[in-house]
């Protein structure tokens, strides 16, 4: 009778946890480097597509920046018809490889063509956000349209909105997007984060932000400072050509569990 009632006990132990738990699971595409009538580079990004689309239980694809090779116009409508073909929704950071305003292409006119091809895609700004499973994820916007380059820039505005957002969702998990990381496990000084201390000062004012992910480096890193996890993924076009798939839970009582998995694109698919 006592190990029956044990046994209950637990179970219903379990059952409050399993109530305040959270789980999601998403991909992470980054650097794709895109170039409309690259052969290559048009397969690799098909064939991704197709591998993610076989993913069993993913919420949605997120493409940290560098999307396309060069601000040239005419590769934006081309990879926007390739992921269309995603069979989950899908969400965009604008990297330094993606704008330049005297190009042609600013930020503005960019998500104007993203919105041109893909009716349901809302979001008009570079920095936004959008919630899922009990989860709030915040794209932050570090790219330079006038003068571009490797260094990334958060500029004071930017850091203002997004100590707003953080107050407004403390009491929710928060995790971040971005394409140029703040931390990682090796120190690249030609792509490094202008005055990324005024960023990281302000993520010390928070406790529910769980991770930050973002590409940019080219490779893979994955470090823990005061309860952030940064993630910095590979590019698409490593050798051979990967994405990420990031699964992220949080129970109450317990610290956020994150697991990821890179995954290698199938350049056989048919």
Do not use: C
């Not at 993610?52 to 919420?59: G, P, T």
């Not at 063509?113 to 895609?121: A, D, Q, S, T």
């Not at 529910?208 to 973002?214: F, G, R, T």
């Amino acid at each position: 009778m006592k190990k029956n009632l044990i046994i209950l006990l637990l179970s219903l132990l379990l059952l409050q946890n399993s109530v305040f738990a959270a789980v999601i699971k998403f991909v992470q595409v980054t650097d794709s480097h895109f170039k409309a009538k690259d052969k290559y580079r048009v397969e690799v990004l098909e064939n991704a597509v197709k591998d993610i689309n076989r993913e069993k239980d993913v919420a949605f694809v997120v493409f940290t920046g560098d999307n396309l090779d060069s601000p040239h116009e005419e590769y934006l409508p081309e990879f926007m018809k390739i992921i269309n073909k995603l069979d989950i929704p899908y969400y965009l950071v604008i990297g330094n490889h993606d704008v330049f305003r005297n190009n042609g292409l600013s930020k503005t006119h960019y998500l104007e063509i993203v919105r041109e091809y893909n009716f349901f895609y809302k979001y008009k700004k570079p920095n936004y956000v959008f919630k899922k499973n009990g989860f709030v994820f915040i794209v932050v916007d570090g790219a330079k349209e006038i003068i571009p380059g490797s260094i990334g820039y958060y500029k004071e505005d930017t850091l203002k909105w997004l100590d707003k957002q953080l107050k407004k969702y403390k009491k929710e998990p928060v995790i971040i997007f971005q394409h140029f990381p703040l931390i990682s496990t090796k120190e690249v000084n030609t792509h490094e984060v202008y005055q990324k201390e005024k960023y990281i000062d302000l993520l010390d004012n928070y406790d529910n932000v769980i991770s930050i992910i973002a590409g940019h480096l080219h490779f893979n890193s994955e470090i823990m400072r005061n309860g952030v996890y940064h993630i910095t993924s590979p590019t698409l076009l490593s050798e051979p050509p990967v994405y990420k798939v990031i699964t992220v839970t949080t129970t109450k009582g317990f610290s956020p569990m994150i697991y990821t998995e890179l995954k290698e694109v199938n350049m056989d698919n048919k």
